[in-house]
Structures are given as structure tokens and as C-alpha cells.
């Protein structure tokens, strides 16, 4: 078994590059300096595994809403529970790889995703 590329895709924040590894879904994925991924949840658990940089962290509880923030540089390893919004700030330029075994799917919260969308414009 090998690593196949599937896609890249690329905006202002960085670039995202999607690979599969078996069933394993692996994308390494690029933030520069003020920009946010995220702003969404799962409904599995997911993985993101900081590779180079300093980033700012949040996750917010749905049932007591309560959030949390972290800062962390790398190498760092932050895993959210299924069903948590979480948003990544990069403070420097910043690389992560993010895994997963499921099909891909996020539902927006409206809270962290407008941080996300509104420094893209």
C-alpha cells in the first residue's frame, strides 16, 4: 500500500493537500500568519497534528458552552470529540496534517466560522 495524492486546493489562508493512505485520509494542511481552518464540527472524532508554527486554539462545549483557548506551538497533537466546534488561528505561519478514516463531513458553527470567513475578504 502507498500514499496517492487526490487533490490540492488553495486561497488566501495556504494551500490544503488531500492524500489517502488505504482507508486513512490524511491532509497536510498550510495556514499563514492570521488566518483560521475550521469553525465547524464533526461528527467523529478528529485529529490535527501541528507540524511547524504557533497556533491559537478553540473548542467550545455544545451542552455546557463552555470554550475553551489554547495556545500551542509545535510539535503538538490536539484531538476534538465528535460534535465540538473548534477553530485553529495561526499566530505564524503554521502547517498541520489532519487524519481521519470516515468520509469527510463538517457542519458550520456560525460562531467560529464567521472569524474564518470574514479575515478571507
Known amino acids: 500500500m502507498e500514499m496517492q495524492f487526490e487533490k490540492e486546493a488553495n486561497d488566501i489562508r495556504g494551500k490544503i493537500m488531500f492524500l489517502r493512505y488505504g482507508d486513512k ?25 501541528l507540524i511547524s508554527g504557533l497556533v491559537e486554539y478553540r473548542e467550545k462545549n455544545l451542552q455546557t458552552n463552555v470554550e475553551k483557548t489554547q495556545t500551542l506551538s ?21 502547517v498541520f496534517a489532519e487524519e481521519f478514516e470516515q468520509d469527510y463531513s463538517a457542519v458550520d458553527y456560525s460562531e467560529y466560522r464567521k472569524i474564518v470567513t470574514q479575515k478571507m475578504i
Open 74 to 94: 509545535a510539535p503538538s497533537v490536539i484531538v476534538t470529540e465528535p460534535m465540538t466546534p473548534h477553530l485553529i488561528t495561526a499566530i505564524i505561519d503554521s
Open 25 to 49: 485520509r490524511i491532509n497536510l494542511v498550510e495556514t499563514k500568519k492570521g488566518f483560521s481552518r475550521g469553525g465547524h464540527y464533526h461528527a467523529f472524532e478528529s485529529k490535527h497534528i
